[in-house]
């Protein structure tokens, strides 16, 4: 049984009920199709008449809940929700109404607040930032959360290193220059989610260019006080850095490079410094290694929201509405 089967199988023990926001795309309709023949997840399906006949026609869906926003009997006390949440930013109604029924992210997230379902995902056919926006003002942080931040579930065929090929990258998605109390958050989240999804101890390795000083920038220092700060604040994390990837992930160069860390050569969740390094690497290992990417998933969020690449498959998001369904388990 392949990682994602694992993930599967956990999603259908406990099933939760996910929201599909983007009816105005077939791929939604296609991997819904999917979804409910392997009864992954309840499913609602949000959309008007118009892009449910459009998009939706000649794929089975039985099962699913499709929600017209427009005329749903539960949309004026999700409106009057969106108001009371938004009151210090003088929200109206009005201006609740428009938003919530011309964006349905955001009448997903009102549900979710509201208890009537457990995730979401989106982003098929819509930006990172029209996806975490509306979970961001509605859901919030979870408690005891310092930062969302996003990572990807990385699963490497015919891999020795990590937890048999699987990783968690983080954070490649959202937060572009953490600073190091950040970075430290980001590791803490990471490790959470990886423990999560695999049942295994997180082994973190905050990567950068140089490994225990073999280079001195200010790069590196933010990596090496952003591991002092992970330590201090999250005891239980097994956790070191700074560490070239080989180094964190190849047990013979973290002989010679890390002999005393207990992460070096062990890695399986890798901390990137920066966007641009974690954006880049990740699709690397994805082209090159041709891994299965899943992500950017959301962690450190009230409830999961996750999030799709624009140039996704149906069976990419398939696989993101099994995990957002184990991280509902676990909320």
């Not at 089975?60 to 999700?78: C, F, L, S």
């Not at 609740?96 to 979401?120: F, H, V």
């Not at 299965?292 to 990419?316: H, K």
Request: glycine share 8%; net charge negative.
């Amino acid at each position: 049984m392949g990682f994602i089967d694992e993930i599967k199988a956990k999603a259908k023990a406990d099933k939760k009920t996910i929201i599909l926001p983007e009816s105005m795309d077939t791929r939604t309709w296609e991997a819904a199709e999917k979804i409910l023949k392997e009864g992954l997840a309840n499913l609602i399906i949000l959309g008007s008449p118009e892009e449910v006949e459009k998009y939706g026609k000649g794929y089975d869906v039985t099962g699913a809940t499709i929600i017209d926003p427009a005329t749903y009997e539960k949309t004026e006390e999700y409106l009057d929700l969106f108001v009371e949440l938004r009151k210090k930013k003088g929200l109206t109604k009005e201006e609740a109404r428009k938003q919530a029924l011309s964006d349905y992210a955001y009448y997903g997230c009102l549900m979710i607040k509201a208890g009537d379902a457990d995730g979401m995902v989106s982003g098929a056919c819509h930006s990172t930032a029209n996806t975490l926006r509306p979970c961001l003002q509605i859901i919030k942080t979870k408690p005891g959360c310092k930062l969302v931040s996003a990572f990807f579930l990385m699963i490497v065929p015919n891999c020795e290193y990590g937890e048999d090929g699987v990783f968690v990258f983080g954070d490649c998605g959202l937060n572009q220059d953490p600073n190091p109390e950040e970075l430290a958050a980001i590791a803490a989240s990471s490790a959470e989610s990886f423990e999560q999804l695999t049942g295994k101890k997180a082994k973190v390795a905050m990567l950068s260019h140089s490994t225990k000083g073999s280079a001195k920038h200010d790069l590196v220092t933010k990596v090496v006080e952003a591991t002092k700060i992970a330590k201090e604040q999250y005891p239980e994390l097994d956790v070191d850095g700074e560490l070239q990837l080989d180094a964190a992930l190849v047990p013979s160069v973290a002989a010679s490079k890390a002999p005393d860390s207990t992460v070096a050569g062990q890695a399986n969740v890798l901390i990137f410094p920066n966007l641009d390094a974690g954006n880049i690497g990740y699709k690397l290992v994805q082209r090159l290694a041709k891994a299965e990417a899943y992500g950017p998933v959301t962690q450190g969020i009230g409830a999961p929201v996750n999030d799709l690449s624009r140039g996704c498959f149906a069976d990419d998001i398939v696989g993101v509405v099994a995990i957002t369904a184990v991280q509902a388990q676990m909320k």
